[in-house]
């Protein structure tokens, strides 16, 4: 009643339709990146649209901290506002490799170059920063905003890029209240036809690395010790505490991690373990019905991350990295027993 409109035509609307574009995880975002930002050169760049993102770094305080949540501003996901954004690819389906040989999954993966300024300040909410523009008086945020409007060439802007970061890893630190920094995932799941596979869970385990074998999967024949189940618990809770599945799409699910906790846990693991551990996800898709089912054979204990360095020598994308958005696609194959198409 407060937020809708009191006009005629369109009493109480409130832009439903804007309101879904900005869910967590919502369709309108995963196709706003590739339109965006996983091109071969992004617009956003010190020799065209110099971009500077400003994000605040506390809680909302008194009754508007009802709101508040992990790794936000009390309004934004921080690792959202930064446009660092990489897009993996889990292809699961059946191709052959140049040998005829059936590969059990794909990776491919796009980055695109980070070239904005982005950085977080303490001692500011979403609101305190939006009160602050209106401030006659001069002040951090209407300060950075017109040095960063007043960058005349691309040498400037990379020189103010360099001292936001710094500004950023300081505010980290020496926030009152320090917070975790915080990456965020996005998931999608379809199948060899592109269309949506709305109902999967994924299981994720930490591991020894000696458990991995051809095809980067994990020997099912032994079984998890007590320390790898104990510490795969963990992780599971770790990666679900941010976990939301997109109302108007269910293909679509976002995670956000803390960072400080995850590596906390790799740490222990590499004392309990040994050096080299892995994270592994295992991906179950039910049948949709007795003659339509998914092969999920070759989705079970994919590894994800290693920390062994002769791994990282190869073209596999590191899972790991503050303050970005990473979208994940996984394309599987559907089985149709009713009809056959050849």
Request: proline share 4%; aromatic share 10%.
């Amino acid at each position: 009643m407060v937020k809708g409109r009191w006009k005629v035509g369109d009493f109480l609307e409130v832009g439903q339709k804007i309101l879904d574009s900005l869910e967590l995880a919502s369709p309108f975002q995963w196709e706003l990146a590739h339109r965006d930002l996983l091109v071969e050169k992004p617009w956003y760049n010190r020799k065209q649209i110099q971009l500077t993102i400003i994000a605040g770094l506390e809680d909302y305080d008194g009754i508007r901290g009802l709101v508040n949540s992990p790794g936000t501003d009390g309004t934004v996901v921080i690792a959202g506002t930064c446009l660092d954004s990489a897009k993996i690819h889990l292809d699961f389906r059946k191709p052959e490799n140049d040998n005829g040989d059936y590969e059990p999954f794909r990776w491919s993966r796009y980055r695109p170059p980070v070239d904005f300024a982005f950085t977080v300040l303490s001692g500011y909410n979403h609101g305190s920063i939006i009160s602050e523009i209106h401030e006659k008086n001069e002040n951090q945020v209407s300060g950075l905003i017109r040095r960063a409007l007043r960058q005349e060439d691309e040498h400037s802007f990379g020189e103010f890029i360099k001292e936001l970061d710094t500004l950023r890893l300081a505010n980290y630190k020496n926030s009152e209240n320090p917070k975790p920094v915080f990456q965020q995932f996005i998931v999608r799941a379809v199948d060899d036809f592109g269309a949506a596979v709305t109902d999967f869970s994924l299981e994720f385990s930490l591991l020894k690395f000696e458990r991995i074998i051809d095809h980067l999967v994990i020997n099912d024949e032994k079984t998890f010790s007590e320390n790898e189940e104990r510490l795969s618990a963990r992780l599971q809770s770790i990666i679900a505490a941010g976990f939301y599945t997109n109302r108007q799409d269910p293909s679509f699910r976002r995670f956000l991690v803390n960072l400080a906790d995850l590596n906390a846990l790799l740490d222990e693991a590499k004392e309990l373990l040994g050096q080299d551990i892995a994270i592994t996800v295992r991906i179950y898709i039910p049948d949709v019905e007795k003659g339509i089912r998914y092969e999920i054979g070759r989705l079970q204990n994919v590894l994800l991350y290693t920390s062994n360095k002769d791994r990282h020598d190869n073209d596999r994308p590191s899972f790991i990295f503050s303050n970005t958005t990473t979208l994940i696609e996984m394309k599987v194959d559907r089985y149709n027993h009713y009809v056959v198409i050849h």
